[in-house]
Every structure is written in C-alpha cells, then in structure tokens.
C-alpha cells in the first residue's frame, strides 16, 4: 500500500544545476500536487494537475516545470537552481481535487548552494 | 482571495487536560476546511475536514473541529491531549466558489506540546 512515494529524500545542488524531483502515486488520484514547506511559512502551492495531460500554476510556480503524460506520475523539475529554492518539497494528491483529502509524500529535502 | 490564520505559534498543554488550537479563515464564497498534523521528517496527514452539514466535525485520534461561520474559525479541539499528540498542526481553506482548480491555503502551522 505505498500511496504517495517521492524521490529523492534528500538532494544537496550547486546554483544552476538543474533536477527532477519525482512523485508517483498509486491511487488512481486524478489531481495531483506540489507544495514547498518553509519554516514559519507553512505549505505553499507550486503547481499542480487535475489530470493527464494537464496542469496549471500555483501561488509560486517561478523556477519549476511540471508534466503529467500519466495519471501515476507528475515530476517536478527545477531548471536552474538557486539558494531561494533551498526548501522541504512534498507531492499530494487527492481523489476529489474540491473536497477530498489531500495524500501526502514524505517529502523530498533539496538544499542548493 | 482565500486566506487562513493560525494566531498561536506553539501551544503547550498538559497531558490529559483538553486543548485547542485556533485557526479563522476568509473567503469570498463557503468554505472547505480542512486540518493535517505533520509528525517530526514526515508528510502530513488528514486529520479532518469540513465540507456541509453539521458544524462539529470529528476526526482521526479523538481530534473534532467546529465550524462557526460568523465568527469564521475552525478550531481543533482534543477532550484529553496526549503525549503522542505533540506534532506542526495546519489548518487549510478551499473557497469552493473558486473558479479555478486551485489548491487549499495552508496556514503557517502550530507547535502542539504535551507536557507529561
């Protein structure tokens, strides 16, 4: 039962390199998300997908790429990385984008230097 | 715009005594609202959430919130906190008149400490 699996949990990068964080779940979940969890700032949204195919922006989209060819899988790159992207980064998806709880991954550390 | 508050950075109670955690939100619509506790190195986790109905909403663990919309908050509430208890808690918000598919608003989260 693995629900939402996201990998790496830890990643340290120098400035303008670029990854690929990758999130999967195995829920059949159509709307799929991602949050960056800063200290005193709670969970921001980065981007986010209600379905194959399609996705759109969330309160801080700067910096990141998403895709979903998948119902499964929705990675998150960052093309270049900086120092402000230093931060705990977490996949959720839900059933029902409106009302239904949101499953969480366990959160992939990326530190940036 | 939706927005949520969560006033007390850290709230501290004792073992077996009740406790609250207070979060008021805004909306321009009705909302969705929601609570997750996020445990130490972990994802966070479904507590309970708010949709229609009845305004006392209970949840996993013993956790009930209630809903009072005119005084727009939705507190979590426990009868007798545990030790096991102390984790981040996070209120969140949907406006469900939200146009677009847009995600909840997390607020910025609360230290619950149960001292033994």
């Known amino acids: 039962n693995a629900g939402v699996t996201q990998t790496p949990k830890f990643q340290v990068l120098k400035t303008g390199q670029s990854m690929t964080l990758q999130c999967a779940q195995d829920?059949?979940?159509?709307?799929m998300s991602w949050y960056r969890q800063d200290p005193g700032m709670g969970l921001r949204l980065i981007h986010y997908?209600?379905?194959?195919?399609?996705?759109d922006q969330g309160e801080v989209p700067n910096g990141y790429n998403v895709s979903r060819s998948t119902t499964e899988d929705f990675p998150l790159r960052l093309l270049s990385a900086a120092p402000s992207q230093t931060s705990v980064y977490f996949c959720?998806?839900?059933?029902?984008?409106?009302?239904?709880?949101?499953?969480f991954g366990e959160g992939s550390r990326l530190t940036v230097l | 715009a939706q927005s949520v508050a969560q006033p007390e950075d850290q709230v501290n109670v004792a073992e077996g005594n009740p406790l609250t955690v207070k979060c008021t939100y805004s909306?321009?619509?009705?909302?969705?609202l929601f609570w997750y506790v996020q445990y130490p190195n972990r994802g966070l986790q479904f507590l309970l959430k708010?949709?229609?109905?009845?305004?006392l909403v209970k949840g996993s663990y013993g956790f009930e919130a209630e809903f009072n919309k005119s005084q727009t908050s939705f507190h979590l509430k426990k009868p007798s906190a545990l030790v096991s208890d102390s984790a981040l808690y996070f209120c969140?918000?949907?406006?469900?008149?939200?146009?677009?598919?847009?995600?909840?608003?997390f607020g910025k989260g609360t230290h619950l400490i149960i001292q033994p």
């Open positions: 959720a998806s839900s059933f029902r984008q409106a009302v239904g709880e949101l499953f």
């Open positions: 829920m059949n979940h159509e709307y």
């Open positions: 997908s209600v379905g194959a195919g399609i996705t």
């Open positions: 909306v321009s619509g009705n909302p969705y």
């Open positions: 708010y949709i229609t109905g009845d305004n």
């Open positions: 969140a918000v949907r406006d469900h008149q939200a146009g677009g598919a847009d995600g909840l608003t």
